[in-house]
């Protein structure tokens, strides 16, 4: 088969051929795929820099998908081979990693949703069940998980959503999509969570997609404004496009009820994980949340992967 493989993990994947694989056990099977998500978990795989990664090569990247069933329908689908990956005509579909879609669903708008609509969906479902009312900050709001966030937080009922990030064009959009507040984020990231804290001092939950200084800067300055420090704070660490790591004062878990975690593979289990699969199709294909996608055909992905998409577009690879 074709498949876009990565044989340098400093070089983006070429149009080349690959094994097919072959099907292991009654759960799984061979299918076509028609569509999968280019993600920055995706990226991250095929750099070897995702904490998951074995570091073996030759790989197809890709980590889920939505494939045509050798019985004719059509499915997302979760891959679970590292190695052998969904951007490729044929992938393993393990059937119990898989949502059957309906006739009508758009294969393409649910192969960009479903992983950034994940991060905030398993958040505030398993990780930190949302209360109705509660208010919640979406730390890195730009991007397609933060925008989904937005989206989510509304629809499982959150109440003031606040969302921070620096892209002005997509702090818009994020208010068109719900959020009640939106701050911009500068170069100095003392400032920008002076300006958080008082946006959003009074919140639950911080869904986290950014780390590094700007969330070094926030964790204090929005604990120390609340009015009720023994309020629980949930801050849900889910990406860290700003940075690795952080200093934390150790006061800062001494002094509020804060409560820090992080929602991603291992934190939550993946039984979890597939159960709500389900759940967030229904959301996608009955077209509740904004998606935004570019396509690019397989043979094209050496030069589409390095190749910038719009803010917020999520690329789509079509074999
Ligand atoms: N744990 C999970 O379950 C899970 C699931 C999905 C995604 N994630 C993670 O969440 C993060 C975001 O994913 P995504 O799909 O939204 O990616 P994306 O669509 O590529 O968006 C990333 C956004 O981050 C913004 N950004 C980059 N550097 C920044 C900085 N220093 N300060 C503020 N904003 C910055 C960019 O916005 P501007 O350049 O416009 O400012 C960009 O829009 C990634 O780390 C991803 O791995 C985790």
């Not at 980590?63 to 045509?68: E, T």
């Not at 959301?283 to 904004?290: D, F, V, W, Y």
Request: proline share 7%; with cysteine.
């Amino acid at each position: 088969m074709y498949a876009a493989v990565v044989t340098s993990f400093a070089e983006p994947p070429r149009y080349q051929t690959f094994d097919t694989p072959k099907p292991q056990g009654e759960h799984e099977v061979l299918a076509d795929v028609l569509a999968a998500g280019l993600h920055p978990r995706v990226r991250s795989g095929a750099s070897g820099s995702h904490y998951t990664s074995t570091h073996e090569l030759p790989l197809v990247p890709g980590i889920d998908g939505v494939c045509r069933l050798p019985d004719g329908r059509r499915a997302y689908f979760v891959g679970s081979d590292s190695r052998c990956g969904t951007m490729a005509e044929k992938a393993i579909v393990d059937t119990r990693r898989m949502v059957v879609l309906p006739e009508d669903a758009d294969a393409i708008r649910v192969a960009a949703a479903m992983n950034p609509a994940m991060s905030s969906w398993v958040a505030l479902r398993r990780r930190v069940p949302l209360e109705a009312g509660q208010g919640v900050l979406v730390l890195g709001v730009t991007g397609n998980a933060g925008q989904m966030a937005v989206q989510i937080a509304k629809r499982l009922g959150a109440g003031r959503v606040v969302g921070a990030g620096r892209d002005p064009e997509r702090l818009r959009e994020a208010e068109n999509l719900g959020a009640d507040q939106v701050v911009a984020l500068s170069d100095d990231p003392k400032s920008s969570a002076a300006a958080i804290a008082v946006a959003a001092c009074e919140v639950d939950l911080v869904l986290d997609y950014l780390w590094g200084p700007p969330a070094q800067e926030t964790i204090p300055a929005l604990l120390t404004k609340r009015s009720d420090r023994s309020r629980s704070l949930n801050w849900i660490q889910i990406g860290s496009v700003a940075g690795p790591t952080i200093e934390l004062p150790s006061v800062a878990l001494r002094s509020a009820n804060f409560r820090l975690q992080g929602n991603g593979q291992g934190a939550v289990s993946p039984r979890a994980y597939l159960a709500e699969l389900p759940s967030l199709v229904d959301e996608i294909t009955a077209n509740r949340l904004k998606v935004n996608t570019v396509t690019v055909g397989l043979r094209d992905v050496e030069a589409a992967w390095t190749r910038p998409t719009a803010p917020g577009q999520r690329m789509v690879v079509v074999p």
